[in-house]
C-alpha cells in the first residue's frame, strides 16, 4: 500500500510538473510583428497614380487605442519615420506590435528631397496631433498628405491608411482663336500665403486644418517649366506649367501678363508688341484642401475670358 500511495503521488507529480512546463510555455509571447505601413492615396497625387510616391517617406505617431483604456489612450511612440521597403513602408530601428490591445494611428507624409517639415507631436492621452511647419510649398512644389487609422489589430500584415491632400491645387489652360498673335508671360497670384503650420488631429474623426497667423502673404507668379518659358497658345487648350499648390486659404485674384501683336511678321521682341495686363477676381473665394482648381482662360484679340471650375483633386 506504501508503494502504491508513493507511486500515486509521484505520477501526480510528474502529470503537475507537465502541466507547469505548459502553463509556462504558453505566457512565452510569440515573436513580435514588425509594425509596416501600407500606404494608399484617396485621389491621385500630382505624381500620376492612385498609391503613394515611392520617395515620400512617412512619420507615423501611435498610441494605444482608449476603449482598452478607461482612462484614454496611451503613447506609444511619436513621429517615428518610415520609409518605402518592398511594398510597405518600414521604420529603422523597427517598431513592434504590443501583445496585447489596439493601436491607433496618424501619419504625415511627404518627399523629404523636397521638403523639410517642422513638426511637433502631442503625445497626450487619447489624442495624436501634430503641428507641420511647411517652409515653402511655393519653392518646392511637393505634397504633405495626412491620414488615420483606428483601432488597428496587431495582427495585421501592415497598417492600411488612406492619405488626403491637405493643400489645394490650382491648374491654368490656354486657348485662343487667334494662332501666334497672343502670347502668355506670367500669371501672378495676388496677396496669398505659401506657407504655413497644418495642424493635423487625430482623436475621433480625423481633421486638419491650416493655421497661416505666423505666415506672410505675397504676390507669387504660378511656377512655369524654365524661366525662359512662353505659352503660345494654338487652336487647343494648353496647360500653363504645372499649377501650383497652396495651403487652404481665401483667395483674391490673379493677374495673367501677355504680349500681344498685330501679325505675325512682327518679331516678339520689337516695340510694337504691346505688353499688356488682365485681372481676374476669383468667384470661389476660397481654396480648400483636397480640391483642385482649373481655370479656363480664353484669348482673344478683344478680349479674355475665365471658366472656372472646381472638382476632386484627382
Partial sequence: MGKKIINIVSALLLVAGFASCDREGRMIPEPQEEIAVSPGLQTRAVITGTTMPDEF????????????????????????????????????PAKYWPLSGTLDFLGIATDPAKLTLGMTWDPSKNTSQVEVDVPDT????????????????GDHASVPMTYRHSQALLRFKFRTNVLDLIRITDITLKNVYTEGKLIVKGSGPLKAEWDLSAATAGDRPVPKPSDTYFLEPGASSVEFGDGIILPEQMNTEFVISFDQRANTGIAWDSDLVRSQTFTFDDTFRYWMMGKRYVYDIECSLDAITVKPSIDDWD
Avoid: R
Fill in 138 to 153: 511655393y519653392d518646392t512644389q511637393t505634397e504633405v498628405l495626412y491620414a488615420a487609422s483606428y483601432p488597428v489589430e
Fill in 57 to 92: 517617406h512617412i512619420w507615423l505617431s501611435s498610441w494605444l487605442n482608449g476603449e482598452v483604456y478607461a482612462n484614454g489612450g496611451l503613447n506609444y511612440f511619436t513621429g517615428v519615420e518610415y520609409e518605402k521597403d518592398g511594398s510597405v513602408w518600414k521604420s529603422s
